[in-house]
């Protein structure tokens, strides 16, 4: 007397187990997640190299600090040039 599993028609009476038909596709299925396993891998490994090595270079405190003053040498510069337009505007209202 066999008694059939009530799960899925494609298991073997009482065992549990795929029938060989079935093997292929789970076996063409493990590819498939091994292929994905190792991208995903790869793509961290790839991730961690680049942030540590972005991290390992820091910051040059000295070139950031030049950039900053020649910006506040030009918002200087800027604001002088504003205030004499204004002061050239406010002399021709005038007249």
């Known amino acids: 007397m066999s008694c059939f599993c009530a799960t899925s028609a494609a298991l073997w009476p009482r065992q549990g187990r795929l029938r060989p038909t079935h093997y292929g596709i789970t076996a063409s299925a493990r590819r498939s997640l091994r292929r994905w396993e190792d991208q995903a891998d790869f793509a961290t490994a790839r991730y961690d190299t680049l942030h540590t090595a972005e991290l390992g270079q820091g910051v040059d405190?000295?070139?950031?600090?030049?950039?900053?003053?020649?910006?506040?040498?030009?918002?200087?510069?800027?604001?002088?040039?504003?205030?004499?337009?204004?002061?050239?505007?406010?002399?021709?209202?005038?007249?």
């Open 61 to 95: 405190t000295d070139v950031e600090m030049q950039n900053l003053l020649l910006i506040e040498q030009s918002y200087a510069a800027n604001a002088k040039v504003l205030s004499a337009v204004d002061q050239m505007m406010q002399r021709l209202l005038e007249l």
